[in-house]
């Protein structure tokens, strides 16, 4: 407003009242700024932990598919992380049909008879490979062994093999989930054109393991 | 050429360098020098190279899981010179690693962490750690089979830290699992992140240590007095040279020797990598770390399995803070190593350690021989032989030992155990097992195992535990085989 400001005069003298307002309004526009950019900026980085990405069911085949008494390694694809995953989204899995007969497992959980293991050792996740002549799981990096039941045999792993989640579905649209009582009541052939499934979706690691409560037992 | 000092004069007059750089250039520094201190600079020209090398390949790699591996590929056959630039990379990334500790190790032992210069030393710890965290996330972007499954082992281990485990997991690989996310961070990490702090810690450690000047030599019998260092250091200074040309040149001379071998070495060797395809449905894969971090894939190999966690997350923190100690514990007194036996001998033994983790590491013995049950025969030597009559006779196993045999192949017993050196060697060697136990002894060791070894009672039928020990009975070389002392019964 008044005359131009002459650049070779010396300023006015601010008195120190003026110079305290400016100064915090100063710290409070900028600290404003920082959050209104910066909150949004973190959330973005943490992103991965505030919007987490869920487990999914993922078909593994059809019962039929798998012999009894038989540990079978299948190939699947993880629920979708980031359309160019490309071969990072495939994962694979040890599907065991422990018995024809008996459909819960040690502590009375429904299984189907099945149990399908991670390939990762439970040790330091390095993937392990099925023996069947000798019925042990061998670990390649430090010599972890299982038995077939996933129990831990010897060497550095802190527990058992993890395991999967499974269900039970009836092929055709919609997808119907089966209950472990109708799973019971039916014979060996139409349970045979059932599709195995697990949760699967999420490396499991010794605090967060692929089923909930799950403290995979030493042997 | 005139006008080419005409435009010097230009820019001199604008710029004022002369000024502001010719006094940095010609600072004192004491005449005593010598070839010991040009590792830090050594250091310095191999990150420039790995800057320049990495923009290079910046320009073909693309960091995403569909594309990584074909853009590595297409580095190594198609890109012009594409496979001496990886070369380089790789090359002068071990360089300087090598460097960095050499000029560790010579700042120890001459003590030049000490008054005033802890600072540079704490700027220089945290310079090591960002350039192992390089070393780390550049074998990631190789996005192989040792890649892929070392994140694996990262997650592995950070999915151990109490309380906050999975969460940790999950921004490390920026997801539930190791995708795309995984390789977009550690690509955003190797290339903006670090290096920018790298770069900001480099400059920070190069303005101390012009601040703070070069340390003299070490002299026994002249320990550091902070009261009285200054003085006596400008004592020093006055009668140094000039940092340029007076003591640059032997820098100089040693980073170009350091370019060219990086270079050579490169040529020669070619690239590393990448090695197997990283489809995690190929699950015969045996990941291994890049060397330098050989001696702690040892360390975890050989720690017992109740202190592993301890080691893994708590033993780090605990060599760094050891690290960033030394100033504060030992920031006074002595400076030369003559007067200083126990920094000698701790260099000493760390180098050792070094040395041999780092052999265990890359021979890994811990490790079963995957194929070795069925690739691996027994020795022939062990189931037929002859003897030394006239003619020679040939004797063979009977034929429950030879069952013995062919159980101890199938049953994967190899994977473990060597006969005659071929073979496992994460247990012992069988060829002379009966001369350390006796038949009851075999029995029991085959049925109930221990240690690292797995019980195999539920895994053989009784006849089969029957051959077996009946042949390995038999493996006891021409000595006389174990038995107990307990007297037999009448």
Redesign the interface.
Known sequence: MSQPVDPYEPPPPTSPERRRILQWCAIGLGTLASLILGIPILGYL?G??IN??R?DWVDLGLVGKFPEKQTV?V?FD?PV??P?????????AYVRHKDKTVFTDSAGKFDGGFVVFA??CA???????W?P????F?C????G?Y?EDGLR??????RGLYSYEVQFQRPGTPRQVVTPEEYQRMNEEERGTLVLQIKA???P????PLRKGDKGDK? | MSWLRAIGAWLEERLGLRDSIWPVMRHPVPSGARWWYVFGSATLTLFMVQVITGICLALVYVPAPDQAFQSLEYMNYDQYLGWLLRAIHYYAATGMVCMMFVHMTQVFLFGAFKYPRELTWLVGVGLLALTLFMGFSGQVLRWDQDAFWGLNVAASMAGRVPLIGPQVVNLLLGGPAVGAASLSRFFTLHVFIVPALLILLISVHLYLVLKKGISEPPVPGRPVDPKTYEAEYHKVIDKGEPFFPDAVWRDAIVSFVAVVVVVIVAAWLGPYGPRSIPDPTLIQANPRPDWYFLWMFALLALSPPEVETFIMLVFPAVLFGILIAFPFVAGKGERSWRRRPISVLLVIVVFISFVVLTYLGAVAPWSPEMEAWSSTPVPEKMIRWRDAQEPPQWHNVTPEQLQGAVVLQNKNCRDCHALDGKGGQRGPDLTDVATRLTRDQLIRQVIQGGGNMPAYGKQLKPAEVDALVDFLGTLHGGEAPAHSSAPASP
């Open positions: 943490l991965t932990l987490r990405q487990d390694l190939n993880l992380l980031q160019w995953d490309g071969d990072a989204r495939k994962a694979s390939v990762n040790h330091l996740g390095c993937p392990v490979s023996f002549s000798s019925g042990l061998l390649p990096c430090h010599g062994v038995y045999a010897s060497g550095p792993p802190p979706g999420h490396v690691t010794l605090h967060d042997a």
